[in-house]
């Protein structure tokens, strides 16, 4: 790439960023977060579905006004996903947003808007992208971040792990059973031992 090309790139990417930005099509949609924190009580940022936690306005990395020449094509093309299974790549998306996208589509997305609270009713239930036991849909309605394995509602953290591991919970208990048994029979036959003695 000559030295001419580099700068018609350079020159031409912040135009795209901006009318990305003036178009309203780079931008978060704050009905989804709002719903969150009103309805889990939990602080919520933009990170739930963004690359960059204050949105995707703006000129840090995963912002739109960093996008490289190829990031903006991907997120040309994550755009035009209006229905689902467009597999989008969006870089201004993290892998929950581009997985929502996937999921319902763009047009669908946009529509629940006025409906928010409908959103996590409408993504594949059994999806965990964290591998915590708690799918990305009841992570959306808990208020918890989907792509964090360490965040997650205590009580559906414990049932999680529960329910992955219950078969060494079970030898653990069986272990505990057969070793208190083990001893009550060691203990009774000393007791019985020392009778003996003390009767000769
Ligand atoms: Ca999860």
């Known amino acids: ?7 018609s790139i350079s020159t031409i ?14 931008s978060a949609y704050p009905e989804f977060q709002q719903h969150i924190v009103k309805s889990t009580g939990r602080t919520v940022n933009c990170a739930m579905c963004h690359t960059h936690s204050d949105g995707p ?13 190829a990031e903006l094509s991907e997120l040309g093309r994550a755009r035009a996903c209006f229905n689902p299974g467009g597999k989008p790549n969006s870089p201004i998306l993290n892998g929950f947003g581009n997985h929502i996208i996937d999921a319902i589509g763009k047009t669908r997305f946009l529509e629940l808007k006025r409906d928010p609270a409908s959103l ?10 964290d591998h915590d036991g708690i799918p990305n849909a009841v992570e959306l309605a808990t208020g918890t971040h989907p792509l964090i394995k360490s ?11 529960v329910a992955q591991n ?8 069986g272990a505990t ?3 208190l048994m083990g001893l009550k029979h060691l203990l009774t036959g000393f007791a019985i031992a020392t009778h003996d003695e003390e009767e000769h």
């Open 120 to 129: 996590s009713g409408l993504l594949p239930q059994e999806s965990d992208l």
């Open 57 to 69: 306005e703006g000129a840090a990395p995963g912002q739109i006004g960093k996008l490289t020449q």
């Open 166 to 173: 219950w078969g060494q919970i079970l030898l653990m208990l």
């Open 13 to 26: 990417r912040p135009v795209i960023a901006a009318f990305l930005i003036s178009a309203g099509i780079a």
């Open 151 to 161: 965040d997650g509602r205590p009580w559906l953290l414990f049932k999680a792990n």
């Open 177 to 179: 059973v057969f070793g």
């Open 1 to 7: 790439m000559n030295r001419q090309s580099v700068m």
